[in-house]
């Protein structure tokens, strides 16, 4: 079974870094495009970034300059770089990515969207 597990998160002063990790673990035929979202308490899942296959990157203005995604293809994992961050950034992080996943005894196989369950990341004044 595809799994997405996400790590890194943690407890960082305003102004500090994290680096959140997310792996894929299963028979996947295909990893296309993924992302990290995120929801504070009390507010809405949001899109932080995006990357594609090809390395286009896609951010949302309150981490742009911030904020860097990556993506290892061979260890099938995607990773956010987080800096200079602020109190406002606390939130649950959720992993993404959109990939065709390997099925038993089927011959044509479809993409899918598949989440992690999240790493906290909370950032004190």
């Known amino acids: 079974q595809v799994q997405l597990v996400e790590s890194g998160g943690g407890l960082v002063q305003a102004g500090g870094s994290l680096r959140l990790s997310c792996v894929a673990s299963?028979?996947?035929?295909?990893?296309?495009?993924m992302g990290w979202y995120r929801q504070a308490p009390g507010n809405e899942r949001e899109l932080v970034a995006t990357?594609?296959?090809?390395?286009?990157?896609n951010y949302a203005d309150s981490v742009k300059g911030r904020f860097t995604i990556s993506r290892d293809n061979a260890k099938k994992a995607e990773y956010l770089q987080m800096n200079s961050l602020k109190p406002e950034d606390t939130a649950i992080y959720y992993c993404y990515a959109n990939l065709t996943p390997y099925i038993d005894g089927t011959l044509f196989h479809t993409s899918r969207d598949y989440w992690g369950q999240g790493t906290q990341v909370t950032v004190s004044s």
């Open positions: 990357i594609s296959k090809g390395d286009i990157t």
């Open positions: 299963g028979r996947i035929l295909s990893l296309n495009v």
